[in-house]
């Protein structure tokens, strides 16, 4: 006898995307999933808004930058940008092969953005952009985020009441 997968509702939530982005595959993806979608101008170029969540992330194709000082410092500066604005973001340097120029543009990227706000995360596709934006946002979101929070709080009661280092702890005190 197999067990049957447990049935799970399908997380929704509402996004807003920059409008530059509405014919964009990642787009047609979210859409097909059934989010609420809504585009907007006032969102940066690349960026994709989870207000329910608080969370915001900034998608970079590397393959589309050319290697010169102009543009890297282009990316800087709208990297800089989207920090200022979102603070809780992430920024999803998504490139098919993750070779020495994308490593290189990665450590440079983490080392100027040393102590800021961002996160940020190599994706290879469209579909790991959307699996991972979905993934972050859907655990920083309500009720989720206080479902994690409560789990968390019951392990480590467990943890502090069943470690025996703790008991040892209290043992030294008492004696």
């Avoid at 399908?10 to 595959?25: A, C, E, G, M, R």
């Avoid at 915001?56 to 000082?69: C, R, S, Y």
């Avoid at 069943?162 to 040892?168: E, N, R």
Wanted: a positive charge.
């Amino acid at each position: 006898m197999t067990a049957q997968p447990e049935h799970t509702v399908q997380w929704k939530t509402t996004i807003v995307i920059n409008t530059s982005l509405q014919h964009h595959d990642t787009s047609r993806r979210l859409l097909a999933q059934q989010h609420r979608v809504r585009f907007s101008d006032n969102v940066a170029p690349g960026a994709f808004v989870f207000p329910a969540a608080g969370t915001a992330f900034l998608v970079v194709h590397l393959q589309e930058l050319p290697e010169n000082a102009v543009n890297k410092a282009r990316l800087l500066e709208r990297v800089g940008h989207f920090v200022h604005i979102h603070r809780n973001g992430f920024l999803l340097l998504c490139a098919p092969l993750h070779g020495k120029r994308e490593l290189d543009t990665l450590s440079d990227l983490q080392q100027r953005l040393f102590g800021c706000n961002l996160r940020i995360l190599p994706v290879q596709n469209d579909a790991e952009i959307v699996d991972a934006m979905l993934k972050i946002s859907k655990v920083t979101s309500k009720p989720h985020v206080d479902i994690i929070r409560n789990r968390l709080s019951v392990a480590r009661e467990h943890i502090i009441e069943d470690s025996p280092v703790w008991k040892m702890l209290s043992d030294m005190k008492l004696g």
